[in-house]
């Protein structure tokens, strides 16, 4: 059997909710860290990146982009997609909603200053956060949608996690999602995967850096030198 193998920058970033679902199936993934724009010109010549972009997931012979495919993928494949037709709906509805929150959480590291950085945070989960846990109120299962485990509680934890490590007290008065959140990270595979060498740090300055110099693009204007890894001429 061929290992699967998930090509991407050397950190968390957009293949981030793929390693959780990747993890919550059990299955076994290797890495692949792009970390010049040499190593990136190889993956765009090879023709397995139908859209030229990363993350690329190699897995059952099939090259997938797009994460939001890779994650639906991956829940059909371990019946993590719901019971019914609106468990699916309440699935994709919760799972968009994540995006919409989560994309605050990735442009952390981007920021210039923390404390305007959390304030941030805190404004994206003010206005999400009730929502959620209304959510899960009404289905009074413990889940998003339905009675059992889903692929929206596990991209929603991946974000609310992504949150936690920066603002530590996000949750203290919203129950459901931190039984969710506790609930989700303590499942086997998760939290097998949660305390492997898999599993980056929370990005950084360094990811910041590696991800322009692998694409050749400006830094933050509040770094040094923003322009250093753009071609000139
Ligand atoms: N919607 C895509 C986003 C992919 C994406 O923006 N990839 C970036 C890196 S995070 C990329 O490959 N940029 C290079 C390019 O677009 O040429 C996904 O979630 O997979």
Not at 126 to 155: I, M, N, Q, S, W
Request: with cysteine.
């Amino acid at each position: 059997l061929n290992p699967v193998r998930l090509h991407y920058f050397k950190g968390r970033g957009r293949a981030e909710t793929t390693r959780w679902m990747l993890a919550v199936n059990e299955i076994k993934f290797e890495n692949v860290a792009i970390e010049s724009p040499e190593a990136l010109a190889a993956l765009r010549a090879s023709g397995k990146l139908p859209f030229d972009q990363m993350p690329l997931l190699e897995i059952d012979g099939l090259c997938l982009s797009q994460s939001s495919a890779m994650i639906r993928y991956l829940a059909r494949r371990g019946n993590l997609y719901g019971a019914s037709n609106e468990d699916a709906l309440w699935c994709d509805m919760v799972a968009a909603a994540t995006d919409d929150f989560s994309e605050t959480a990735k442009q952390a590291a981007f920021q210039a200053d923390a404390d305007q950085m959390r304030a941030g945070l805190q404004a994206r989960f003010d206005k999400f956060g009730p929502r959620f846990e209304a959510r899960l109120k009404h289905e009074g299962t413990g889940y998003c949608a339905g009675k059992a485990l889903t692929f929206a509680d596990v991209v929603l934890t991946e974000a609310l996690t992504e949150y936690l490590e920066r603002m530590p007290d996000l949750l203290a008065h919203s129950p459901l999602l931190a039984s969710l959140q506790k609930r989700v990270t303590e499942h086997l595979g998760i939290s097998a995967y949660l305390r492997s060498s898999a599993r980056y740090p929370l990005a950084n300055d360094d990811y910041v850096i590696s991800a322009a110099s692998v694409l050749q693009r400006a830094l933050p204007a509040h770094m040094p030198d923003p322009n250093r890894f753009v071609l000139s001429g």
